[in-house]
């Protein structure tokens, strides 16, 4: 079982940073990929970065050169830092946690889901 918790969501002028946070809690010692995903309104779920437990990390095209996925396992929490926002960049993000084998940008594959945290990016 695993518990997730966003934080860091707000308003921010196009070209500004923002740094989400998702606190990772576990009750066991299994190792899963972690994720951010974002949905825009009117739109479907997509997939923003993910970072493998062995440290492996993908982007989406779109966000790549902008958004850093990180994770501080002293603090279990993971990281999204954006820069260089766009309006096109607003969305809910959420943190996801998978189980399974590999480490997918597919949010099908996710078995654990924080609530999500709003993020509003004006011109």
């Known amino acids: 079982q695993v518990q997730l918790e966003e934080s860091g969501g707000g308003s921010v002028q196009a070209g500004g940073p923002l740094r989400l946070s998702c606190t990772v809690s576990t009750s066991t010692s299994s190792s899963y990929c972690l994720g951010w995903f974002r949905q825009a309104p009117g739109k479907e779920r997509e997939g923003v970065a993910t970072?493998?437990?062995?440290?492996?990390?993908n982007y989406a095209d779109s966000v790549k050169g902008r958004f850093t996925i990180s994770k501080d396992n002293a603090k279990n929490t993971l990281y999204l830092q954006m820069n260089s926002l766009t309006p096109e960049d607003t969305a809910v993000y959420y943190c996801?946690?998978?189980?399974?084998?590999?480490?997918?940008?597919?949010?099908?594959?996710?078995?654990?889901w924080g609530q999500g945290t709003q993020v509003t990016v004006s011109s």
């Open positions: 996801a946690a998978d189980a399974g084998w590999g480490c997918f940008l597919d949010d099908t594959e996710y078995d654990y």
């Open positions: 970072l493998d437990f062995d440290g492996s990390i």
